[in-house]
């Protein structure tokens, strides 16, 4: 009998203490910030999968908030995770007021919080609200640093559901109707061997207007591309290659170096390769050069001697992104003299 007052005792203890902790946190209310008022990023959707907002008239709203100690110290992260508020609708509109007073409460995350909004500003929000459009978009494939041979391009599917706001159709061309999407291969072209059919995971391109944007969706994301790299060579005979002299620098404030005026440029060098950097070399976007390579002590060691011949090596500038050039020139020795500055 003894033991069951003993609990009772206990327990009535017990409930006492938790209604005065109740109590006394019901009125240990805070204010936060306790001065003005916080910023907090805002986005706003609609929960309609058919309808999209494509414009909010801010983008982040200031608030204030009064609470339980111990709620409002969970506002401290709000800043960085932000408000984001999800509204019924059931049709498109130029322009819908939102009070904020009214949907910030069961907006995500403060519905999650014990907490009143003492301050909101501004009170509203105004946001344009369209209709989401679903388009059946044909895809293509054409790169730009390779050829491939003729019919050889096949993709699997061969178009892609394009979801987007109706304002956004105008981003895919003149005549969306008749638009395509180009794809992109998720590998690098440049480790391919030409000849051989090729099946990759490629994405899809989408027009800079739409990459960025969370409302627009693509089904599949990404598609299968079966393609054969051609290996189409040409050639080339170039009337002259100049020769460039490549020493450290230092060492060129202290001597000059000339070629012999024979050597200045080699003539008729001929270049095999790709057709596509071939025709690039014909446009003058890749240069051909020779390259004199000249150590200190070379430098040194060739101060008033007789011009006497030195290998030069052959390259290419820029580098192309793809294949390479064989070069064959029946000179590949060139003449230069030293003189030392001052001396």
Excluded: C
Excluded at 26 to 52: C, F, K, S, W
Excluded at 126 to 143: F, G, H, S, T, W
Excluded at 304 to 318: H, K, L, R, T, Y
């Amino acid at each position: 009998m003894k033991l069951s007052h003993r609990i009772r005792d206990i327990f009535v203890v017990t409930l006492i203490t938790m209604l005065i902790w109740l109590y006394a946190e019901a009125n240990n209310l805070r204010t936060y910030p306790v001065d003005g008022m916080m910023q907090v990023p805002l986005t706003i959707e609609v929960a309609n999968p058919h309808l999209a907002v494509v414009e909010q008239s801010v983008s982040k709203i200031n608030v204030q908030f009064r609470g339980a100690q111990r709620e409002v110290a969970k506002l401290s992260g709000l800043q960085a995770r932000g408000i984001h508020i999800v509204l019924e609708r059931g049709e498109p509109t130029a322009g819908d007021d939102v009070v904020l007073e009214k949907v910030l409460p069961t907006s995500d995350p403060i519905n999650s919080y014990s907490v009143n909004l003492t301050r909101i500003d501004p009170p509203t929000v105004r946001v344009v609200i369209e209709k989401l459009v679903r388009m059946d978009v044909p895809l293509a494939y054409k790169p730009d640093e390779v050829q491939l041979v003729a019919d050889s391009v096949s993709i699997s599917p061969a178009t892609v559901a394009l979801t987007l706001p109706s304002s956004k159709r105008s981003l895919l061309g003149d005549d969306p109707e008749k638009a395509t999407l180009a794809v992109e291969p998720l590998v690098d072209l440049k480790s391919l061997p030409a000849d051989v059919e090729q099946t990759v995971r490629a994405r899809i391109k989408l027009p800079a207007g739409l990459q960025t944007d969370s409302r627009v969706r693509v089904e599949p994301p990404d598609v299968e591309l079966k393609f054969v790299i051609d290996k189409l060579e040409d050639s080339e005979k170039l009337a002259s290659v100049p020769v460039w002299i490549m020493a450290p620098p230092p060492a060129l404030t202290t001597y000059d170096v000339k070629l012999h005026e024979d050597d200045v440029v080699l003539r008729d060098v001929k270049i095999t390769g790709p057709e596509h950097i071939v025709q690039q070399v014909r446009d003058g976007k890749i240069r051909v050069i020779a390259k004199l390579r000249l150590s200190a002590d070379d430098l040194a060691k060739a101060v008033a001697s007789e011009p006497a011949p030195a290998p030069v090596e052959f390259d290419v500038w820029p580098q192309p992104p793809t294949g390479t050039l064989r070069i064959e020139s029946t000179t590949t020795t060139v003449r230069y003299t030293v003189v030392k500055r001052g001396g």
